[in-house]
Nanobody, 124 residues
Framework: QVQLVESGGGLAQAGGSLRLSCAAS????????MGWFRQAPGKEREFVAA????????DYTDFVKGRFTISRDNAKNTVDLQMNSLKPEDTAVYYC?????????????????WGQGIQVTVSS
């Protein structure tokens, strides 16, 4: 199983950008579909985006389509989330997640490993 560590969160203004990165340690990173979830205070953790093991296919939830981009580098064992046109409602703790197999499992909240989470705060 891989271990995941997020970095790159922080404070941004509405309309601004942030880039999150997730570093994976362990073997067989390319076997894992990877994704990002987020959890705002008082709300359930929700799916944001996912990418296949090869990086050839991606999925996004509707509220981030056209604003967020997920990517991965299997040579470096990293997965990134570029967040543009940020809104105050994007404020949350963001979690990196991985699952062996199809990225559709992530949308179904089937997760094999989680990162510890990183705070993103967007001010209006």
């Amino acid at each position: 199983q891989v271990q995941l560590v997020e970095s790159g969160g922080g404070l941004a203004q509405a309309g601004g950008s942030l880039r999150l990165s997730c570093a994976a340690s362990g073997r067989s990173f390319s076997r894992y579909a990877m994704g990002w979830f987020r959890q705002a205070p008082g709300k359930e953790r929700e799916f944001v985006a996912a990418i296949s093991g090869t990086g050839s296919a991606t999925d996004y939830t509707d509220f981030v389509k056209g604003r967020f981009t997920i990517s991965r580098d299997n040579a470096k064992n990293t997965v990134d989330l570029q967040m543009n046109s940020l809104k105050p409602e994007d404020t949350a703790v963001y979690y990196c997640a991985g699952v062996i197999g199809s990225r559709s499992r992530l949308r179904g909240r089937e997760v094999d490993c989680w990162g510890q989470g990183i705070q993103v705060t967007v001010s209006s």
